[in-house]
């Protein structure tokens, strides 16, 4: 069946470093990816999306590249802040399906 | 703010009682779903409607667990004879679906529940 397998965590960085955080998933076809944001108490808000080979997502300041090849969705952001210090969620949704598939979250700690 | 809103927030209970939670979905979408998160763990799918029709109910819905959405707006997630395993983050999504479109789901802020 269809699966996210995304780095554990947590990730601890110090302000304006740069973050990775690895995505590969399992599915047939041609499944639309994308990234999740968690701050602490609330629910998920949707941080960047793509929805085909060699796509590349973006939102402020993250970005990540659709690779089919690798059936991978790294998250990337080139100098993180402390306000960027959340839970991570990488997700899956199949071509024509219904629901979304996550990964478990990556929590990241940014310090000042 | 015209976003996927949910009530309430927290919800503290005894076990064996019944709880009931509510969706109120972004105005215009057709589609919406219920998953549960537990600590540590990402969501976990559990049914979704198709305006009031409900189309799928995953495995972890067992028979304590009820969903409705009447009017195909906002929706209702009852537990019967709740147990201290049913403790949880249960978050509420919706998305519009059309031809050509991606399905985005955009997600509410959850309704933490504790069983005592």
């Known amino acids: 069946g269809n699966s996210v397998t995304q780095m554990e965590g947590p990730v601890t960085l110090s302000e304006e470093a740069f973050l990775t955080i690895n995505c590969t998933y399992t599915a047939t076809g041609y499944p639309s990816l994308f990234w999740y944001v968690q701050y602490p108490g609330e629910g998920l808000q949707l941080l960047l999306k793509a929805t085909k080979a060699d796509d590349k997502g973006s939102n402020k300041g993250f970005e990540a590249t659709y690779r089919k090849e690798t059936t991978s969705f790294h998250l990337e952001k080139g100098s993180v802040q402390v306000s960027d210090s959340a839970v991570y969620f990488c997700a899956l949704k199949s071509d024509g399906g219904f629901k979304t598939i996550f990964g478990a979250g990556t929590r990241l700690f940014v310090k000042a | 703010d015209t976003g996927v809103s949910q009530d309430p927030r927290h919800k503290i209970t005894k076990r064996g009682q019944n709880v009931t939670f509510r969706c109120d979905p972004i105005s215009e979408h057709n589609r919406l779903y219920w998953y549960r998160q537990t600590l540590g763990q990402g969501p976990e799918f559990l049914t979704y409607f198709q305006n009031e029709a409900q189309l799928e109910k995953s495995r972890l819905l067992s028979d304590r667990f009820s969903a409705e959405r009447p009017k195909g707006s906002f929706s209702t997630l009852e537990i019967q004879r709740t147990e201290q395993g049913d403790s949880a983050m249960y978050l509420c999504?919706?998305?519009?679906?059309?031809?050509?479109?991606?399905?985005?789901?955009?997600f509410g802020p959850g309704t933490r529940l504790t069983v005592l």
């Open positions: 999504a919706s998305s519009l679906v059309s031809a050509g479109s991606v399905n985005t789901q955009y």
